[in-house]
């Protein structure tokens, strides 16, 4: 039997759609070539009373402009076991919007800020959720609502939002345990501190003899040229 909740959320006591692909990367929810309607998975997905209504692609990221007011809403209804972070690539425009977004999964709300040590920049970065940290239940995930009320006036960008697993498989390279953290097959996340950005690419070319990246050649060839070099270091430099 299904139910629906005062803001449309719709609960249901049939067992979830298991979601198995932590080992091939991770479930991307939203990456806004629809929008709105369906996400990734074929649920809802929409968003209303931004200041710009329900919000507008800009560069195939979902850019939301708040002021005190606004809601964005993606139904998951699946079984996520295996997946440890729910991650959102976005930028803001001033940077620190993290205190300003409240973030809910099912149950599980606060401001950004407070699920999270990661924060937003005014450039895209990644910041990710720790599931098991902050009590969501990965085995059954029935939504995810990002809410702007009493916010101020600000604006966020979103280019995609997933579920990933951060406990994969590392590769040492220095001090660092590397890591994919879209599953591309490609070990972007040099530091393995969740984000990919200009410490990434320095530890990367610190480390570009080191055994870790010299043994592994296809998780470092960025620029696909078939072997590692300086060149993949300006490729990482170039993709941020």
């Not at 979902?62 to 699946?78: C, K, P, Q, T």
């Not at 220095?174 to 690419?201: K, Q, S």
């Amino acid at each position: 039997m299904n139910t629906s909740d005062t803001r449309g959320r719709s609960t249901t006591n049939a067992t979830l759609p298991s979601i198995q692909q932590s080992t091939d990367g991770p479930v991307v929810i939203e990456d806004f070539s629809s929008w709105p309607g369906e996400n990734r998975l074929g649920e809802y997905s929409n968003a209303g009373a931004f200041a710009n209504g329900d919000g507008e692609l800009v560069e195939d990221a979902l850019r939301l402009e708040f002021d005190d007011g606004g809601w964005f809403l993606s139904n998951v209804r699946a079984d996520l076991s295996g997946y440890t972070h729910l991650e959102l690539d976005v930028r803001g425009d001033d940077g620190g919007e993290e205190s300003a977004v409240f973030l809910e999964i099912d149950s599980v709300a606060g401001p950004l800020g407070s699920l999270t040590d990661e924060s937003i920049e005014t450039e895209f970065t990644t910041v990710g959720v720790d599931l098991e940290a902050v009590g969501v239940d990965p085995s059954s995930v029935q939504d995810v609502w990002l809410t702007c009320w009493n916010a101020g006036s600000g604006a966020i960008e979103i280019d995609e939002l997933r579920f990933v697993d951060r406990d994969g498989d590392t590769i040492t390279v220095g001090d660092h345990d590397a890591r994919d953290p879209d599953g591309d097959g490609r070990y972007d996340d040099v530091t393995g501190d969740g984000l990919t950005n200009h410490e990434d690419v320095e530890a990367f070319y610190e480390h570009l003899d080191a055994d870790g990246v010299q043994e592994n050649p296809d998780a470092f060839d960025f620029d696909e040229d078939g072997h590692v070099s300086y060149a993949d270091v300006l490729e990482l430099l170039d993709d941020l």
